[in-house]
């Protein structure tokens, strides 16, 4: 044990040795600058030695003190450490500025004079190339604080290309100046180069006599855009002469695929010269989406819409979405011969073109009586969706078609729920007062009569107002939910109200006080049942918050029974869910239509956030507070009718509302009471519809 002892403390020492000689080395290779000066040791050494004894008793001795310290100066080590530390603090700075300046091409780029933006613009992009951002720094803020025009921000944008400004916008070390620098650039060359006047001059340049002049005018204008697109087509459309006119049609071919959507949109042209050629330059350009209208034949082109309509109704999507969801659609006026487009909803989109193809049908067969009742409701519909109803001039004197064709057609739209051609089927129906309308069809309703159970709010109202105005004296099919009906739509009085259910009532009562920020008088409720049947009696409900965990039912029912509802069909649902839930929420919510997965909201931003996606949801058929109120006020009139006229075959299962003034309806509460949920209105009355 003593050898093992002993042979520790050897290897100890040995080791504290090395470690002294070596830090001994080390002072020494430190020490020489300090000596490398001779002065300071010459005069020590030339200083007398009996001085400093007779220092202290004579005041003259102040001034040869001063050499004193250079004797002690070499084993201060206190003083002399500042010095050192100074010296390699400067190391850095001096070998970093020669690392950046050895590159001759960055040298180059920083002793570029600079007077002009470009100047600035250039050398910024050449660093960045270069790989030295951060030296661009100093020359993008010279940049900035020089007074553009939009002028000069062109004239960048016209030398350097949107690729530039890319690489500016992109660049993290410049961020956010340059960015904001290559948007402002973009923007004043987007605004110069979509100017009228500039764009009908390139249009006027693509029937120039000169190849070279056509050939820039056609790039001009495709770097515009669908601008430039649009007025070169438009210009087609319009020119007379027929030179001209071949020199724009071989332009716009070149202008592909800018031009595609547009020119299926100019096939709806009554121009049967115009369509002509919009059909060739759509055969050149292989359009995929024009194939079902180009066969030369008749019979080739019907079982070419007939099968693409199949298609498409079957889900095949016609046209590219965005990450929106989204599609851009065209639309073109041959009154003016003018393009527009709007961005719609790819199920939209979707039926929007399904029409097209089935007008397209219905031309080319004229005497297949369901293939134009087809057409007719398909292009109601898509008229609706489009918000363009003028385009559609059949639709003015739809009143004046037949009976049967409108019940027909009203019965096909209520079984695809295209609730905007059967709101047009309904209001023209109401034209027409026929008693006949509300006949049986094989035992069942007449479709008027089961538009009373439409889950389209307006549909349902437009229903009622038509029987209202037809005034059957009689029973009919169907009758017995015209009052149920009207009473529901006379419970309104126009504030926005919500339902919420929660596993507990304290959760549900404290979500539904959330809402109120939103300015939503929400009901509360802690099972399924409740809620589902809170939701049916309301009718200025607009949106519904649900947990996944709420039970009795569970909530895959209560989805169900919530969707078959005419009352709650269109109301845009929240599907709330717990950690670890989430998943499971977004695969039931893609079961249904207007359902939104979300995790369980926490805050009331949270639950304000929720609120204006179900809005969001709702806005494309949401019924407005104020046409809601307007609703109330003439289902009360119709009440008041029913009660003093000869309607005695009319059943009120709801006559507590009957006896209640409009004045006096309970408003909604926007906080209910956390330890009973409002769940009284649903005891009152019957919840079906």
Known sequence: MSTILRSFLVGMTVCFFAAASTAWSQQRKTQPRPQRVPKPPAKAAATPQPKP???????????????????????????ASPAKTDKPAEVPTETVQPALETNPAVRAVLEMPRKEPRDFFQAITLLIELGRPQLAKPILADLLKLPLTDAQRVALVNEFGSQGMLHLARTTELAPEGATFADACMTAAAAAANNPQRIAALVKQLTD????????????????????????????????????????????????????????????????????????????????????????????????????????????????????????????????????????????????????????????????????????????????????????????????????????????????????????????????????????????PAPLAAAVDSPSRRVRFAALQAIMAINPTTSFPGSSRVPDAIMWFAGGNGERQAVVAMPTAAAAGDLAGKL?????????????????????????????????????????????????????????????????????????????????AVPRPHTPEAAKNIAEVLTKLAARDAVPAKERAAEAEQAKKWLATLRSGNHSFYTFRRTALLDVPPTARPAVPATPPVAAPATAPAAEVSPSL
């Open 209 to 444: 006599a000169s190849p070279e002049a056509r050939t820039t005018a056609r790039n001009d204008l495709a770097a515009t855009g669908n601008v430039g697109a649009t007025a070169a087509l438009e210009a087609f459309a319009r020119e007379p002469d027929p030179p001209r006119r071949a020199m724009l049609a071989e332009a716009i071919e070149l202008m592909h695929p800018l031009v595609n959507a547009p020119l299926l949109a100019m096939l709806t042209t009554g121009d049967s010269n115009l369509r002509t050629e919009v059909a060739t330059l759509l055969q050149k350009l292989g359009v995929p989406q024009a194939a079902p209208v180009l066969p030369a034949d008749a019979a080739a082109a019907e079982q070419a819409l007939r099968t693409a309509i199949k298609n498409y109704q079957h889900g095949t999507p016609p046209f590219a979405v965005d990450a929106d969801n989204l599609v851009e659609l065209w639309n073109w006026n041959d009154a003016n011969k003018k393009l527009s487009a709007a961005r719609v909803p790819a199920d939209k989109a979707q039926v929007i073109w399904i029409a097209r193809l089935a007008t397209e049908l219905a031309h080319l067969q004229p005497d297949d009586y369901v293939a134009g009742k087809a057409a007719l409701v398909l292009r109601l519909e898509a008229a609706g969706l489009a918000g363009n109803k003028a385009s559609l001039p059949a639709t003015a004197n739809l009143a004046q078609g037949e009976p049967q064709l409108l019940n027909e057609a009203l019965a096909d739209a209520l079984k695809n729920n295209y609730s905007h051609a059967a709101l047009a089927l309904v209001n023209a129906i109401a034209q027409q007062k026929d008693i006949a309308a509300l006949a049986s069809v094989n035992g069942h």
């Open 516 to 596: 109120a920020a939103s300015g939503l008088a929400a009901q509360a409720a802690n099972r399924a049942r409740d809620a589902v049947d809170l939701a049916r009696e309301m009718p200025d409900l607009e949106m519904i918050l649900i947990d996944m965990n709420t039970i009795i039912p569970d909530i895959r029912q209560a989805l169900y029974e919530l969707r078959i509802s005419p009352t709650t069909g269109d109301i845009p649902i929240a599907l709330l869910a717990a950690d670890g839930r989430l998943e499971d929420a977004k695969r039931l919510a893609a079961e249904h239509t207007l359902v939104y």
């Open 53 to 79: 004894a007779p220092a202290p008793t004579s005041e003259t001795a102040t001034p040869h003190t001063a050499p004193l310290p250079a004797n002690p100066a070499p084993a201060a080590a206190a003083p």
